[in-house]
């Protein structure tokens, strides 16, 4: 596997984790309504587990298994770094938006869709028949 993939895995099961924990925290209060704010961070649950998790893991397996170019490479990697940097740093400042408002919301918004353009770029050309 390569190092991209592995640190993107790694950060996504660190995503993973934290989304199961608010998801649980935000489960517990809606069974004992404990903690009526805790709905405050759903937002947090679906940007950890949709696009830290389950978006992060599809583009470190894709970056490892996608056909690779003649010479067995897979080309320049800096936009799939970038990818990754960007798509962490945007579902970060989703997650501090919760405490610091909508502002901080549309950083990471357009650092998640730049994190989205950077990939695609990346591995347009990596969509091909295997040995092409
Ligand atoms: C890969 C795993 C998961 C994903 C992608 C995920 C994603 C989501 C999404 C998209 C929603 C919004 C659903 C809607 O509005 O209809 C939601 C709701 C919720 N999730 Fe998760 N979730 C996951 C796992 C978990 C886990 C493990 C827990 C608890 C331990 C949890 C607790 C909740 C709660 C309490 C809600 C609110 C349900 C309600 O509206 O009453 N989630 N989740």
Do not use: D
Request: positive net charge; charged residues 10%.
């Amino acid at each position: 596997m390569p190092r991209l993939s592995i640190w993107a895995v790694r950060l996504s099961l660190l995503h993973l984790l934290a989304g199961f924990t608010i998801g649980a925290f935000i489960l517990v209060n809606k069974g004992i309504g404990a903690y009526p704010a805790a709905w405050r961070w759903f937002g947090a649950h679906q940007e950890f587990l949709l696009f830290g998790w389950m978006g992060q893991f599809s583009l470190a397996v894709a970056y490892w298994a996608f056909p690779r170019y003649r010479g067995n490479h897979r080309g320049n990697p800096t936009l799939a770094v970038a990818a990754v940097v960007l798509l962490n740093l945007g579902v970060l400042l989703v997650f501090a938006a919760t405490f610091w408002g909508w502002p901080v919301m549309l950083w990471g918004r357009a650092a998640e869709a730049a994190a989205a353009a950077c990939f695609a770029v990346y591995a347009w050309p990596r969509v091909k028949p295997t040995g092409a």
